[in-house]
């Protein structure tokens, strides 16, 4: 044998010795995971979920290449959403005031983290005024609105949108260059996932947008850059419609970026709401109007949003009526991420990761809320409901696929046999959390 063909030979197995290995490496990397939460945005306001009063054509795309869930729904609030969703657990367990997530809590990012992602969040804080309450939680980096400071400024101006007051990793900074904050947010996760695409990370987006004062945008006629954010709480209604179309075309924007790194199989990127549209807007869902409902349990209150798109990993047009509320999540992206939760810590998700992948999974036949703002028990709202029927714990008892706004409570005695059943069920439901608080 000659030396110039024991030279091909050798480094023919070489290449195909590092080519085994780049193949296992690749196989053993877990997903990258990116999580989006626009805030104050129910279920009508998207195009592929029936409504036809906004434009969000980057959503709607996520959903036909990957799977949309019909029966989704948050906390009416929130902070009373955002603990639940970060911890997997209801708020009878863990919620103590509004704007504030108790520190002795896990949250996914602790988790993610201890499991060896890099973790990162932008948007909407409102979970902790101390400096380090996102390193606490489990985020390596952070570019957030009212985490330490308020949220408006000297001059009662709102300081969210327009030239906003932002704090990066715990240092605040004002924008006065004409910058709106959903870029500033976005690109700050972009920069995150380009410095960290050759390993995996956690990117969670609770966007500050589209919640009030509802204001011009970028991309509206009238927009200001010199503006020094809304005088008013609300701001102006009209607005809205610009705003749900900016916050899609940011969803798209960082769905670009993810293609554009190569990086769509490695990563599955999660769109959802974080409680119902506010009030005053109304929207068109399904040929009727639709009011908005935030703050209060009924349908339009917490029925949101849920897309989840992972090019060569979930079928495009996957759907599921299956039960899904906040707490889990958790679950979910534990099993995404192939981390199983410590024993000590009490769970109440059920991962909709088998759903995603197209298979049966455990489908809930309940979910549970307790609900109040200020963790006070004067007002709290507690019950449990599946896709048809809700039962408080005072008793009220609505048929909610056809008595969405609860307007007309049920009688026991002149249920139907279905009616009685799932009230059985969901007053057995309501006793497993009896005590707990």
């Known amino acids: 044998m000659n030396s110039g063909f024991r030279i091909t030979r050798i480094s023919s197995f070489l290449i195909c010795f590092l080519a085994l290995i780049n193949s296992a490496f690749s196989q053993e990397r877990k997903p990258n995971i990116i999580l989006i939460m626009a805030d104050d945005l129910g279920v009508e ?39 639940q969703l970060m911890t997997g657990q209801y708020n009878v367990r863990n919620y103590t005031v509004f704007g504030q997530l108790n520190r002795d809590q896990t949250t996914f990012a602790n988790l993610l983290k201890d499991a060896g992602y890099k973790t990162a969040i932008a948007g909407k804080w409102q979970l902790g005024k101390e400096k380090d309450s ?22 009662g101006n709102d300081t969210r949108y327009s030239n906003p007051v932002l704090e990066i990793n715990g240092v605040a900074k004002h924008f006065d260059g ?26 969670y987006y609770p966007m500050i947008i589209t919640h009030c004062p509802f204001v011009p945008t970028p991309d509206s006629k009238d927009w200001d850059p010199t503006s020094p954010g809304s005088p008013t709480y609300k701001g102006d209604p009209q607005y809205f419609g610009d705003m749900v179309a900016y916050m899609d075309k940011i969803v798209g924007k960082i769905i670009a970026k993810v293609d554009e790194l190569g990086l769509s199989e490695d990563t599955i990127i999660i769109f959802t709401g974080d409680n119902g549209t506010d009030e005053p807007v109304v929207s068109m869902y399904r040929g009727a109007e639709y009011p908005g409902g935030k703050k209060y ?13 992972w090019d060569g990993h979930i079928a495009p047009g996957t759907q599921s009526n299956d039960l899904v509320d ?29 759903q995603l992948m197209d298979k049966k999974g455990k489908s809930r036949d309940w979910i549970y809320s307790w609900y109040t703002r200020n963790g006070d028990l004067e007002s709290l709202k ?24 609860e307007k007309s409570p049920l009688i026991y005695n002149e249920l139907d046999k279905s009616g009685k059943k799932a009230f059985k069920t969901l007053n057995k439901a309501l006793k497993k959390y009896e005590g707990i608080r």
Request: overall charge negative; glycine content about 6%; charged content about 20%.
């Open 326 to 354: 906040f707490s889990d999540f958790l679950p979910t992206l534990l099993d995404v991420a192939g981390v199983k939760a410590p024993k000590n810590l009490s769970l109440d998700g059920v991962s909709f990761y088998p």
């Open 178 to 203: 004409g910058q709106f904050s959903t870029d500033i947010t976005s690109d700050f996760l972009i920069d995150f996932i380009e410095k960290n695409q050759d390993q995996p990370f956690f990117a």
């Open 297 to 309: 349990t009924t349908e339009n209150g917490m029925h949101v949003p849920l897309v989840v798109k």
């Open 382 to 405: 507690e019950f449990a409901q599946n896709t048809e029927y809700k039962l408080y714990t005072t008793g009220e008892f609505f048929n909610v696929e056809k008595d969405w706004l």
């Open 45 to 83: 306001t998207i195009n592929s979920y029936g409504g036809t009063s906004y434009s969000t054509p980057f959503i709607d795309a996520m959903a036909a290449e990957g799977a949309q869930f019909e029966n989704t729904y948050a906390q009416p609030l929130c902070t009373p959403s955002r603990v």
């Open 134 to 155: 996102p390193q606490h939680f489990g985020f390596d980096e952070s570019c957030l609105w009212q985490h330490m400071l308020g949220a408006t400024d000297k001059d």
